[in-house]
């Protein structure tokens, strides 16, 4: 069972294929179930924690490699919080971690987050150190 408050989506069926609206790209998705764990994400980091500066699927350029970022998050017009998102079905492992803190080398997030829908996990990145401490929570836009 999906661990998110309950939402209200405008979905569209085109073609017996669903689509679900994205308030933040301000078009319909395709709906896979990593986009449902995205857009449910995406409501939780505005709703409730007041970030609106957010960029979905960005282009980490990172040679001789491209990587998209699922959603970054920006405080103070700097990449914030690297979020990382999978399917349901998907088990949260070190590799995954490993992906994230990997992309995050690009961007110098102070905070990285990765969730299945079911599970979430939230860390903390150490400026001086690069010390990686898990949190029970992610801080709001206010509390930065």
């Not at 689509?19 to 986009?35: D, G, H, M």
């Not at 764990?37 to 960029?55: F, G, M, N, W």
Request: proline share 3%; aromatic share 16%.
């Amino acid at each position: 069972m999906l661990s998110f408050k309950k939402n209200k989506f405008i979905y569209q069926i085109i073609n017996d294929k669903a689509y679900i609206f994205c308030n933040v790209r301000k078009k319909f998705i395709f709906l896979t179930p990593e986009e449902w764990v995205r857009q449910h994400i995406l409501e939780y980091l505005i709703k409730e924690k007041k970030y609106y500066a957010l960029s979905i699927e960005k282009m980490i350029v990172s040679y001789p490699v491209k990587r998209r970022a699922d959603i970054i998050v920006y405080c103070k017009s700097k990449p914030w919080i690297l979020v990382e998102c999978k399917a349901p079905t998907v088990s949260l492992t070190k590799k995954i971690l490993d992906k994230v803190i990997f992309y995050n080398l690009h961007l110098h997030c102070r905070y990285l987050m990765v969730s299945n829908g079911i599970y979430h996990y939230y860390c903390r990145i150490e400026d001086n150190t690069n010390t990686i401490f898990f949190l029970k929570r992610l801080p709001s836009y206010d509390e930065n």
